[in-house]
Structure formats: structure tokens, C-alpha cells
């Protein structure tokens, strides 16, 4: 079955600390994987996708199908990265298919 | 105009009252989508429109009724809620190209609180 685990709800680092936050998978095929963001107050947005290879806001995500994971890292938090973050898969089965959601992560960097 | 626009942004109805949620998009996208979220939990898919027919329900009660006018806009109608059905509602969108259809764009969605 196609799901997505986020094993921890809560994760409080400090300012300049590293933070990495997990996402593992399963799925039967080639996966397609994101991570979403949601700050305070703000819509849900998407951070990064494993396609892309690419770093946003210092954010970086490495696919490795040999341990079903996709965690999302950062050498150096800052405040403004606490909010609730959400791996998301991309599941092809029907006929359009759909994005499943972990249950989220939510991040809080203290001063 | 890059974003997804979500109408109301809160809404209060009684369980006998009928209303409807709007979302509109004019990125050119061609899917568009529902998703239900409860406080603290992640978004949960209602339906997917593809080229303006609806290609996934996720067994959702008959109490909703998603519509389609045209691509650019998405309608979610809403008749005899039950006060579980309190949450926010999110639409979203994405192209349907190879490269990129698999990207979502959310709204900011609607509040709803049923009484």
C-alpha cells in the first residue's frame, strides 16, 4: 500500500542548530516525492521536489530508494523555519492519480 | 496572476443551510482538486477535476457536490453538513504537462463550522 511516515510530530532545535526532519515511503513504483510547507497563518506550499535536486531556503531533500526515505535537511535553522511540514507522495494509481500526505512534522526553532 | 483564490474565507452554516465554496485559478492549470483538512492533521483528497471532469472521488458523502464550470474555476457545494464535517477546506491546482503536472498549488483555503 502507498503511504508516507513522518515518525515525529514535533521537532524543537535552536537558532544555527541542524535540523532533519524524516519522511519515509512506501511504494510499489518509481516514486515521486515533496515537501510541502505550511507557516503560521499561511497557505501550504510547496518546498522542494526530489526531481528537481534543488536547495530552497537552505533546504535540501535526497531521495535514497534503497532506505525508502526522503528527509528533509537544513545544516542551520532560523526562526522562521518553524512551521508544520508535510512529505507528500505522488501516487499513480486510478486514473489521474494524487498526492498522499504524511501527518506532518511540525518544527520549532527557539531563539 | 499566480495564485489560488479561495471564497469565503470563513464560513458559519447550520446543518439544514445549503452553501458553496469557490476557487479559482488562472494559471492555465487543468486539474484542480478539494482537500479536507482537520486541525493538526494533513490535507485529505475529496476529488480531482481533470480537463473539467471529475476523474477522483475519494468516497466522499453525497452531502458534497463538487462542480466544474469551466477551468478556471471550482465549486464545492456544500447541503446538510453535519458538525464533523467542520475543517478547512482546500482547493488546489497543477498543470497537466509531463514535466510539471504533478506539482500542487493550494489555496488558503475556507474555514467552516458547522452548528
Known amino acids: 500500500a502507498q503511504r508516507v511516515t513522518q515518525p515525529e510530530k514535533l521537532l524543537s532545535v535552536f537558532k544555527g542548530a541542524p535540523v532533519e526532519l524524516k519522511c519515509n515511503y512506501s511504494?510499489?513504483?518509481?516514486?515521486?516525492l515533496f515537501w510541502y510547507v505550511q507557516y503560521s497563518r499561511q497557505r501550504l506550499q510547496l518546498l522542494l521536489r526530489h526531481i528537481s535536486r534543488e536547495s530552497i531556503k537552505g533546504f535540501t531533500a535526497d531521495l535514497n530508494k534503497g532506505e525508502t526515505s526522503f528527509h528533509l535537511k537544513k545544516p542551520f535553522a532560523q526562526e522562521e523555519d518553524s512551521a508544520m511540514y508535510y512529505c507528500a507522495l505522488f501516487n499513480y494509481g486510478g486514473s489521474q492519480g494524487n498526492l498522499i500526505f504524511g501527518k506532518g512534522t511540525k518544527l520549532s526553532v527557539k531563539p | 496572476d499566480t495564485e489560488v483564490t479561495q471564497t469565503p474565507k470563513h464560513l458559519v452554516m447550520g446543518m439544514t443551510n445549503k452553501k458553496s465554496l469557490k476557487c479559482e485559478q488562472h494559471?492555465?492549470?487543468?486539474?484542480m482538486y478539494w482537500y479536507k483538512q482537520k486541525a493538526k492533521k494533513p490535507p485529505e483528497l475529496m476529488f480531482v477535476y481533470s480537463y473539467e471532469k471529475l476523474s477522483i472521488n475519494e468516497s466522499v458523502p453525497s452531502r458534497f457536490s463538487p462542480e466544474c464550470p469551466n477551468s478556471s474555476l471550482l465549486n464545492l457545494h456544500l447541503h446538510a453538513l453535519q458538525p464533523e464535517d467542520s475543517a478547512l477546506y482546500l482547493c488546489a491546482s497543477s498543470f497537466r504537462t509531463a514535466l510539471a503536472k504533478n506539482i500542487q498549488y493550494f489555496g488558503a483555503g475556507t474555514r467552516l463550522s458547522v452548528l
Open positions: 494559471m492555465g492549470h487543468r486539474a
Open positions: 511504494y510499489s513504483g518509481s516514486p515521486e
